[in-house]
């Protein structure tokens, strides 16, 4: 199921989607789409680093260590 959603873009931004659209024979909802899902995937990277940055049970290797566990 989807949902439709409606937005501003600033002029600029939309004209630089508009163009971007065109070159890649792509529609902006597309891009849009794509551009939400990389954002919310990274951001869920980058929370699971902050969660493990304040972890104080999690072990902090130093880069021999990580060289070692990763066999190189």
Known sequence: ??????LRLPAELAEV?????????RPKA???RKA???YLA???DYQLAIDRLHN??????SPAE???RLGL
């Open 1 to 6: 199921m989807s949902s439709a959603i409606s």
């Open 17 to 25: 989607l508009e163009a971007l659209a065109k070159s890649m024979d």
């Open 30 to 32: 597309y891009l849009i």
């Open 36 to 38: 939400i899902e990389t």
């Open 42 to 44: 990274e951001y869920a």
């Open 56 to 61: 104080k049970d999690d072990a902090i290797l």
């Open 66 to 68: 990580l060289r070692k």
